[in-house]
Structures are given as C-alpha cells and as structure tokens.
C-alpha cells in the first residue's frame, strides 16, 4: 500500500490484497475510508479528463441556468400548477359537489338569490389538491398560479367571491 502525504487530490489505492480499495482524502483532517465494490463496479477515482471538461464548461455557458432568481424575479409556475382556487358564480348551479369533495372542508357555497351563489374559500385551511375543480361539472372553480398567499392574519385568508349579478361577471373577491 502506498501512503500518500500532501496530495492535492483524492487518492485511491488498489493495491489490497481483498477485493477493497483505500480511499484517501488528504489535508488538515484527512479522511481514510476502506471501501469494498467488485472491481467491475469500481467507481472512477480518476479526473474527468481535461477535454471533456472544457466542454462541459462550455456548453454551460451557452445554456440557460436551471435557476432563477426568484424572489427577485416573477416565479413562472408550470401549466396546470394548483395555486388558489378562484371562483366563475356565473357558472354556478349550487349542487355543492365541490363542498362534499374538499377534504379539508375549506369551500363554502351559499345561495343568495334566485341562481345566486356565492363562494368563501378559507385559503388557510386549503391544501391546494385542486380536487373542488375536478369534481365541480359547471366549470366554476379555477387553480390559478398564484401561490404568495401568506398572511399573519388568519382572518384574511377567507375570500368571498360575490354571485354575479350579470353572466360573465367573474366574481368580486373580498377578503
Ligand atoms: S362550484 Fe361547481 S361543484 Fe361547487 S356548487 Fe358550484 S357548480 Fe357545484
Ligand atoms: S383545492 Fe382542495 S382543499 Fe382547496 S378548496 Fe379545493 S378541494 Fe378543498
């Protein structure tokens, strides 16, 4: 076995008499690890060779970061993202299906005129699974892609979307 002082790198040693390797990562505290992998499964201790990473390098430069900088920047959610619940009353029967769905009791339907009906939706208690939109047949929940919703004032989670007094009104949100 070789020992290795002051070596930059991580050093590997194959010369055991079984079917480990010593691994050795050397500096103040260094790191003595005997590791034991059929020699077909052997990782590569080796550097990436100089080529290949240069061209790593530079395909990096050209692509685009997988990260943005949000909170600097708008998040850009994904199609079909299950943000806050919003409400169409104009498309409204009141059948309450969506009521009887939600898991966490978090929507309220309440008639509040002839074909009327209005929408509370308590954010707080909302899991955000989307389910009141999959079960409502009229269209009349929407996920959208918002999802900043915090607020130190539980009261302020409770949203009403107003029936519509005319077809194609979207529903006035108060909070
Ligand atoms: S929102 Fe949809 S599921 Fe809920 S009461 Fe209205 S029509 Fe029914
Ligand atoms: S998204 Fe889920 S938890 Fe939220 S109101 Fe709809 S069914 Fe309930």
Known sequence: MHHVHHADHIRAHEDRPDDGFLLEIPGTLSICSIIYRPRSER??????????????????????????????????????????????????????????????????????????????????????CAQCVDSCLKKALEATKEFELASLQRDTLKVVYKAADTPGDAGKASQ
């Not at 100089?50 to 909170?71: N, R």
């Not at 969506?98 to 309440?110: L, Q, R, V, Y």
Request: hydrophobic share 35%; aromatic share 6%.
């Open 43 to 128: 990782i590569n201790t080796q550097m990436i060779r100089p080529g290949k990473m240069l061209k790593q390098v530079l395909d990096s430069i050209f692509k685009k970061p997988a990260t943005t900088k949000y909170p600097l920047t708008k998040a850009n959610m994904p199609d079909k993202f299950r943000g806050k619940i919003i409400f169409h009353p104009e498309r409204c029967i009141g059948c309450k299906l969506c009521m009887k769905d939600c898991p966490s009791g978090a929507i309220e339907i309440k008639k509040v005129g002839d074909k009327q009906f209005e929408c509370e939706i308590d954010l707080g208690k909302c899991i955000y």
